[in-house]
């Protein structure tokens, strides 16, 4: 039909004029599914047990975990390699061909043994997690439900892994595994944010982690609680500067209510401080706080021993 061919050739000649929405000439972009197939697997050796397609028994799981681990060592490596790669051609800004980028799968092959050795301390930040999840949430039954069914054991267990790859400065990939997570469990934590040990998200929902967040232990955040950017300096062509530490740091002992904003890097939440529900803080909080709202939406800051 020389109509379609017409549309066909029309179409074509926009993905020539518009090179930025298409990658041809190059190599593979990492891919979404076999990242979500990573983290599927990272839960079965975090959880053995939990999410397995089969029984696991005293007799099996050393051949289970192994051909598990083994799998999975694979899959970063060739995920990885594939955003190194990419990666090095997007900042060399080369749109024909690409070239072999020799020491990338060498530099893959070493970043996916790290991660490797790396579970048993992610085993042991996860495990302190589902603790804190017990410990405040009376509704919760026992560490299985947690386990089960919690979304912000899924949102940690997926930021823990894709925190450790950002800084290990793989491209992609933390991003890609944090959008997931956040398109399955309504939470949006950065891989950048640097997250202490015994995190809770009680209920979940609309929360967002910002970057350069810093977060301490034995921290507890509602539904709806964003710990955000106040502004974003641009430099003189009016480009937002890249790199800046934008987003607060919380201290050890915090719990922040529902709807809360705190925004800022300059922004510190001081240790053992309660932050009240749909507060607006964009400063610093003094330790042993705490913050509530006013009628008119003013923040009444008081010393948190007075309401004991």
């Not at 048993?120 to 509704?139: C, T």
Request: hydrophobic share 40%; glycine share 6%.
């Amino acid at each position: 039909d020389k109509k379609l061919q017409m549309s066909i050739n029309r179409l074509l000649s926009v993905y020539e004029n518009d090179p930025m929405l298409e990658h041809i000439n190059k190599y593979n972009l990492p891919s979404k599914e076999t990242i979500i197939n990573i983290i599927s697997d990272f839960k079965e050796i975090i959880f053995p047990g939990y999410f397995s397609k089969r029984t696991l028994t005293t007799i099996n799981i050393n051949a289970y975990i192994s051909d598990k681990v083994t799998n999975l060592y694979e899959m970063l490596v060739s995920e990885i390699n594939k955003s190194i790669i990419h990666d090095s051609e997007a900042k060399a800004d080369k749109c024909e061909s690409c070239s072999v980028i020799t020491d990338s799968m060498e530099r893959a092959e070493s970043i996916a043994l790290k991660v490797i050795d790396n579970i048993p301390q992610l085993r042991d930040l996860i495990n302190k997690d589902v603790k804190a999840a017990f410990s405040g949430d009376p509704a919760a039954k026992n560490y299985y439900e947690i386990i089960f069914s919690y979304p912000c054991i899924t949102a940690l267990v997926i930021h823990r892994i894709a925190n450790f790859l950002y800084n290990n400065k793989v491209p992609y990939i933390p991003r890609i595994m944090s959008e997931y997570s956040h398109s399955v469990t309504g939470i949006d934590i950065h891989p950048g944010a640097t997250l202490g040990e015994y995190f809770f998200i009680d209920h979940g929902t609309g929360v967002v982690v910002g970057e350069t967040c810093v977060i301490g232990n034995n921290v507890k955040v509602y539904q709806g609680v964003t710990l955000g950017a106040l502004s974003f300096p641009k430099d003189e062509g009016g480009n937002i500067i890249k790199g800046l530490r934008r987003h607060p740091t919380i201290e050890d002992n915090v719990t922040i209510y529902a709807g809360a904003t705190i925004l800022g890097g300059e922004t510190v939440i001081g240790a053992n401080s309660i932050i009240g529900g749909n507060v607006w803080i964009t400063s610093k909080i003094a330790p042993n706080s705490r913050v509530t709202a006013d009628l008119s939406g003013a923040n009444i800051i008081t010393e948190k021993n007075k309401f004991l």
